[in-house]
């Protein structure tokens, strides 16, 4: 089968079971797969008013036709779940090998459901599917898990091609900011994945596979892949900026426009910039470029800090690392900022879940919210000998750790200060300030899945002008470039494409690399229709969740104050115009509601 193995995989960890079920064509047509396809299977299966972190609820690790084939970027292995942290619909994305990896091995998908009595781990080796006991994995770090997995595989050349996805000590104590780690690296998407698998005592996937993925037009997909290539290696944003530097160029950019938050959003203007930019990076710690499978743009990189206490190694220190716990804590110590990631990585942590939880807590230790004895110590913006052990303090469950490992959301509800949590859908913002850069700011208040950037990332063309000059600050357009964006990428992660991807890759080359791997006629509209119907697919999730209109918005500070200084000073969200022309773009009700008319269109 083109693109695809046909089979998914069904494990129950209650009755400690496997299952191989044909994958579904009627549904890959409809929403493709990845993404598209954990949504319709979450929709399908589980009732949306459950309880995230009970055996009901299930995890859908999906690749997309194209994970695996070789095409540009194609390494994206969604996770997709109802989320802990806001209740809604959750897509993480797994990047690395692991996607093509699962292909190799024979599989699609696989649906984890129920929930272990013990610790088990997954182990798929082509057709080999166990379910093995964890005990002696429990508590360990993502890195040490990874490293035991493969010890117990016996064949090391083997266990070199094994891709494990693991959760740390914080997904096995259930905080709602804990993540999913592979090979060293975070999962884009946080979420409280990490707590859901952590409840269903599921501590690792480990996949091997010694298969292929059958592309239909193989000269011909060698031969655009091959044109693709030559295109992205004369683009300057990617040969000069993303591959030496990553993202992490983005800090600078975004403070010199005035975008990038400091102090929990109170402030635009970061004194200590230089210390934290992609240049201090590059001069200090900055020691290689990792890529993902067939990823040319090799964001991902690598940095070494020597001087104790903050010496460690690790992989995918990014922009939002770097302003979440540096500027947006006031702090601009790099080692100790690198340090905290990597601990991040260790305990499986969301990064920018943790800079927005710990930048709450100090507003509200500021304001005299908060106070030593309740936090069992004091907070200052800027006090960066803080950071690692209140990091080590929501890993191990621990004293103020225990709350900080709820989220900011949370923190600011007990606390009865609302205006201390920045984010919407009780998810963090991520380093973007909405009143600032318009289209993010109706994109932030949109998303189905809280505040996450890279749903509908429009920093691309706002910011970075990719197809025309930056407009930031316009609200001309927004509303269809939100909307465009948020289905172009929903179909991407439903292709098993990077979402970063689309700082070199557009549309056309979509259409081009799914249709020579499926032998399919799809066309611009068709792809993005599903990229729609996918959208509409987690916005019902939602609302049987409990979401309503009222939802789409941000945290009062971002809506009523505006940027206190910098070069932006004065800039609001304009939401209230945003909103209405963007529900009557997606054929919504005025109340946010998708008409029977939009769901008949889509086939829904
Ligand atoms: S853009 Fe970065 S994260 Fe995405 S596939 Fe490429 S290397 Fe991986």
């Not at 399908?44 to 970027?73: C, Q, R, S, V």
């Not at 200052?380 to 709350?403: D, M, V, W, Y």
Request: aromatic share 6%.
């Amino acid at each position: 089968m083109n693109g695809w193995t046909g089979k998914v995989l069904r494990v129950n960890l209650t009755e400690g079971s496997v299952a191989i079920q044909d994958l579904d064509l009627e549904t890959v047509s409809l929403v493709m797969g990845g993404r598209g396809l954990g949504v319709k299977i979450l929709c399908d299966e589980i009732d949306p008013k459950a309880n995230a972190l009970e055996a009901h609820n299930k995890l859908i690790f999906a690749t997309g036709p194209l994970t695996g084939t070789g095409a540009i970027a194609s390494a994206l292995c969604s996770v997709t779940t109802k989320s802990p942290l806001t209740g809604g619909i959750a897509c993480a994305s797994v990047l690395g090998n692991f996607g093509a990896e699962l292909k190799f091995s024979g599989f699609d998908a696989i649906i984890i459901e129920g929930k272990s009595k013990f610790p088990v781990y997954l182990s798929i080796m082509d057709d080999k599917v166990r379910l093995l006991p964890a005990l002696h994995l429990w508590g360990r770090t993502t890195t040490y898990t990874e490293k035991l997995i493969k010890a117990e595989m016996g064949d090391l050349w083997k266990a070199r091609e094994m891709c494990i996805v693991s959760i740390g000590p914080a997904g096995e104590k259930i905080a709602n900011i804990a993540s999913l780690v592979h090979e060293d690296f975070m999962a884009f998407g946080g979420s409280g994945l990490g707590a859901v698998m952590g409840t269903k005592n599921l501590k690792a996937v480990a996949v091997r596979g010694t298969k292929g993925v059958k592309v239909a037009h193989g000269n011909r997909f060698l031969l655009n892949t091959s044109h693709l290539l030559k295109r992205i290696e004369k683009d300057p944003l990617i040969s000069e900026k993303v591959r030496n530097l990553g993202t992490t160029f983005l800090v600078e950019t975004l403070h010199q426009m005035g975008f990038l938050p400091s102090k929990n959003f109170q402030a635009a203007v970061f004194n200590g910039i230089k210390n934290v930019d992609s240049q201090a990076l590059a001069r200090s710690i900055l020691c290689g470029h990792r890529s993902c499978l067939a990823c040319p743009m090799a964001c991902l990189k690598t940095t070494e800090t020597k001087k104790p206490p903050f010496d460690g190694k690790g992989t995918g220190l990014d922009y939002n690392t770097i302003a979440m716990l540096g500027p947006n804590l006031g702090i601009d110590h790099l080692l100790a900022i690198a340090k905290a990631y990597y601990l991040c990585v260790q305990l499986g942590i969301d990064p920018i879940s943790v800079g927005a939880a710990i930048a709450t807590a100090t507003e509200l230790y500021e304001k005299g919210i908060l106070s030593e004895l309740d936090a069992g110590q004091s907070f200052r913006f800027g006090k960066s000998e803080n950071l690692i052990p209140l990091i080590n303090l929501i890993g191990e469950g621990n004293g103020f750790g225990c709350i900080l490992g709820t989220g900011a959301f949370r923190i600011a509800k007990d606390y009865e200060h609302m205006e201390s949590f920045m984010g919407a859908k009780g998810r963090e913002l991520p380093p973007y300030d909405p009143r600032g850069i318009q289209g993010m700011g109706l994109h932030f208040a949109t998303s189905n899945s809280g505040a996450y950037h890279l749903d509908g990332f429009t920093v691309i063309d706002e910011v970075l002008g990719i197809h025309g000059e930056p407009h930031p600050l316009e609200t001309e357009g927004k509303a269809w470039k939100v909307k465009l964006f948020q289905d172009l990428t929903a179909v991407l992660n439903a292709m098993g494409i990077c979402p970063l991807s689309l700082m070199c890759i557009w549309i056309d080359d979509m259409v081009t690399m799914v249709n020579d791997v499926l032998e399919t006629h799809y066309e611009v509209d068709d792809i993005l229709k599903i990229g729609e119907r996918i959208w509409n697919l987690e916005r019902l999730f939602n609302i049987k969740a409990g979401f309503t209109g009222a939802d789409d918005t941000l945290s009062e500070r971002l809506l009523s104050e505006p940027i206190p200084d910098g070069p932006a000073k004065g800039s609001i969200l304009h939401l209230d115009k945003l909103l209405p022309e963007y529900y009557r773009l997606r054929g919504w009700n005025e109340q946010g509601i998708p008409t029977e008319e939009k769901l008949k269109d889509l086939g829904l």
